[in-house]
């Protein structure tokens, strides 16, 4: 079965510093991957996907993310965090055939003035 | 705004009581899917459909569970018999038509509160 894993529960950067957020997934097949932002009570929104070809892919609001296959790894980045980013990030693994996604239980950033 | 809405988006409720949720999905988009998530945790499967067919339930979905989508459109979530441990954010949220990718979009989440 598949599974994803997030192991930082909560990161705190200042504005304007770099974040990385780390994801690391288990799946047989090629993954589709996916990271979504929530905000309090909010629904989730996509932030960008992987499906195929180039590894690093790009997304809203100035985030890219690098799938490692070797590393079973697929790791969000920002070269300069906005206080607006303070949210709840969500890596999925989709499933093939299904279309349904299984989620880690995200990481939490805070931004610092 | 034709994204994928919810209602309600906030139910309290007592023990032993049912509750009914909806989805409305993005209306060009032929599968739906139901999500639980609680506090701390990412969101779970609980089922989906693909047009009315209900076509895969988590084993999260007990038997106090029921969801229908009867034309293919709305989809409805119903938990009979509620307990406190249902307490959480049901989420729904559809997808394009197969041969897309699997993207799904999400909508707000109704809130459930068993007291």
């Known amino acids: 079965a598949q599974s994803v894993t997030q192991p930082d529960i909560h990161i705190t950067v200042s504005e304007g510093a770099s974040l990385e957020l780390r994801c690391n997934y288990s799946?047989?097949?090629?993954?589709?991957l996916f990271w979504y932002v929530q905000s309090p009570g909010q629904g989730l929104q996509l932030l960008l996907k992987?499906?195929?070809?180039?590894?690093l892919v790009q997304g809203i609001k100035g985030f890219e993310a690098e799938f490692k296959r070797s590393q079973s790894s697929f790791n969000l980045r920002k070269p300069s965090v906005h206080w607006s980013d303070a949210a709840e990030y969500f890596c999925?693994?989709?499933?093939?055939?299904?279309?349904?996604?299984?989620f880690g239980d995200g990481t939490t950033l805070t931004v610092k003035p | 705004d034709t994204g994928v809405s919810q209602d309600p988006r906030h139910k309290i409720t007592k023990r032993g009581q049912n509750v009914t949720f909806r989805c409305d999905p993005i209306?060009?988009?032929?599968?739906l899917y139901w999500y639980r998530q609680t506090l701390g945790q990412g969101p779970e499967f609980l089922t989906y459909?693909?047009?009315?067919?209900?076509?895969?339930k988590s084993r999260l979905l007990s038997d106090r569970f029921s969801a229908e989508r009867p034309k293919g459109s709305f989809s409805t979530l119903e938990i009979q018999r509620t307990e406190q441990g249902d307490s959480a954010m049901y989420l729904c949220?559809?997808?394009?038509?197969?041969?897309?990718?699997?993207?799904?979009?999400f909508g707000p989440g109704t809130r459930l509160t068993v007291l």
């Open positions: 999925a693994v989709g499933v093939t055939n299904a279309g349904k996604s299984t």
């Open positions: 459909f693909q047009n009315e067919a209900q076509l895969e």
């Open positions: 799946y047989g097949a090629t993954p589709y």
């Open positions: 949220a559809s997808s394009p038509r197969l041969g897309s990718p699997y993207e799904q979009f």
């Open positions: 992987y499906f195929s070809g180039d590894t």
């Open positions: 209306s060009e988009h032929n599968r």
